[in-house]
């Protein structure tokens, strides 16, 4: 049955002021049409009316950067990736449930073991678990010797071959590399490169190859430089990115995902990591570099989208950071909206509302166009047109 929407506003993402007294019309879970409410005036008789006239609508956000299996305060990020499918899956469920609550309708995530990814995004699509939309990576493709080595690790161009196709097979619709060093990780440094360009430039080509594109772990030095040369599509984290980088990833296209609330909040890597000596400091440092950097990345006009890296429940804080640094409310709603979608690839359906996409979106009573940390008070949640209810 169709489906008529009354709103006080739209927020559709594409404009920078509201859409007062618009309306739109939904059908098996798409919109259908979307205008003035004097557009509905006549016809509708037949139509469920969803009367949602005291709120600001607006598309549901798109958390580009987690991990299912993670919750960082407990530190040891790699050792929780690690455990058993039967340990993980009601873990991941938690999460994900935190992060839909907090507004957000599609996660990106971006390497797990055991595939726990798709395994969790299969039970969402079943209706076997409520959720987000997930976009899965599989297995994160890293060196023995780097950030992220889990239980499975790819040495050379013909393993890093190898575990990218065995993505793909298993259902990624996108490759995650782990390149530099790591925060939360003791024998990394943020700087180096743990894969060669050949390397880096074999994952590019398999993703290119097969339909799909590639992200990345680096947070700066000569292994962000390989990123933007060899074609990686999203550069996660980049908190020590240069002026000459973003220059470079500006003509090259590439797309920044900023992760700072795991860096700044208690609940971060700010967690049990800080009884470890080494890791303490790198976070020091990465808090400090951040801070410097965070303003001219967003002057830069780089393509920008926000993740949470597994800060479940936490993207509006992503967004507050970047409002601090000097984004207007508008590009700090898009970086988890039209932007992420678009950094994602999945802009045909998600990201704002518009005739032709997915129906997820949110009710807020007030604008965060006016004030961003009005996305802390999501007061009703729609997915495929359809109102999530906050009983899992």
Request: charged share 25%; proline share 2%; hydrophobic share 35%.
């Amino acid at each position: 049955m169709k489906k008529l929407i009354k709103t006080k506003a739209i927020i559709d993402g594409n404009n920078e002021k509201p859409l007062y007294e618009h309306y739109f019309l939904l059908e098996n879970g798409l919109i259908k049409a979307i205008g003035n409410k004097d557009d509905f005036a006549t016809g509708y008789d037949d139509v469920e009316i969803v009367d949602l006239s005291d709120y600001f609508i607006m598309p549901g956000l798109i958390d580009c950067h987690t991990h299912l299996s993670i919750k960082p305060e407990l530190g040891d990020q790699i050792s929780q990736l690690k455990r058993d499918l039967e340990i993980n899956i009601p873990v991941a469920i938690e999460n994900i449930q935190k992060d839909l609550l907090s507004g957000v309708t599609t996660l990106r995530v971006m390497g797990e073991e055991h595939y726990l990814d798709i395994n969790i995004k299969n039970k969402v699509i079943s209706g076997e678990v409520i959720g987000p939309d997930i976009l899965p990576s599989g297995i994160g493709i890293a060196s023995s010797s780097g950030h992220g080595a889990g239980l499975t690790t790819a040495d050379g161009i013909e393993e890093i071959k190898k575990l990218a196709l065995k993505n793909i097979q298993q259902g990624a619709d996108h490759l995650k590399l782990f390149v530099t060093g790591g925060v939360s990780s003791t024998n990394t440094s943020l700087d180096m490169s743990a894969y060669s360009k050949e390397e880096v430039s074999a994952a590019v080509d398999v993703a290119d190859d097969n339909g799909i594109y590639t992200s990345a772990h680096a947070h700066g030095g000569e292994g962000l430089n390989l990123c933007i040369e060899c074609g990686v599509r999203t550069i996660e984290h980049g908190t020590f990115v240069s002026d000459n980088q973003l220059e470079r990833m500006i003509k090259k296209g590439n797309w920044l995902i900023s992760t700072l609330t795991i860096l700044f909040d208690d609940k971060g890597v700010g967690g049990k990591d800080l009884n470890v000596p080494s890791i303490y400091e790198k976070l020091l440092k990465a808090r400090e570099k951040a801070k410097e950097n965070l303003e001219n990345i967003i002057k830069s006009g780089v393509n920008l989208a926000v993740g949470t890296d597994s800060m479940h429940g936490m993207i509006v804080k992503e967004l507050e950071y970047l409002t601090e640094f000097g984004a207007t409310n508008f590009r700090a709603l898009q970086s988890a909206t039209k932007s992420a979608a678009e950094a994602c690839k999945v802009e045909d359906k998600f990201g704002t509302l518009e005739e032709g996409k997915i129906a997820n979106f949110i009710c807020l009573k007030e604008n965060p166009l006016n004030n961003i940390s009005a996305l802390n008070r999501v007061e009703k949640i729609f997915k495929d047109g359809r109102e999530i209810k906050y009983k899992f």
